[in-house]
């Protein structure tokens, strides 16, 4: 079982910066592919990018690509997602998902983390 905590969200002027962590329980999280997603309201979730259990590979949406930098700390069992150049259309309530097998099947789940941006 592993637990995500995200944390980090919050307010900000279009055109900033955000930075949301995961923290995660359990001592195989190096093990686990992880993957950030994001819900708006009256919108299906959707997938922001993900980033393998070694750090080496990352992949994104193309609509936050060149904004958006998904980094991983094995020894603190933290993601993390660096976010720039945000745009209203980011807010949203931010996920992070464990992908314990690497198959694209998110298995754990955080509670979220709102990110609103204003205009």
């Known amino acids: 079982q592993v637990q995500l905590v995200e944390s980090g969200g919050g307010l900000v002027q279009a055109g900033g910066s955000l930075r949301l962590s995961c923290a995660a329980s359990g001592r195989t999280f190096s093990s686990y592919d992880m993957g950030w997603f994001r819900q708006a309201p009256g919108k299906e979730r959707e997938f922001v990018g993900a980033?393998?259990?070694?750090?080496?590979?990352?992949r994104y949406a193309e609509s936050v690509k060149g904004r958006f930098t998904i980094s991983r700390d094995n020894a603190v069992n933290t993601v993390y997602l660096q976010m720039n150049s945000l745009k209203p259309e980011d807010t949203a309530v931010y996920y992070c998902?464990?992908?314990?097998?690497?198959?694209?099947?998110?298995?754990?789940w955080g509670q979220g983390t709102q990110v609103t941006v204003a205009s």
């Open positions: 998902a464990a992908d314990p097998n690497s198959t694209g099947a998110y298995t754990y």
């Open positions: 980033i393998s259990w070694s750090g080496y590979n990352t």
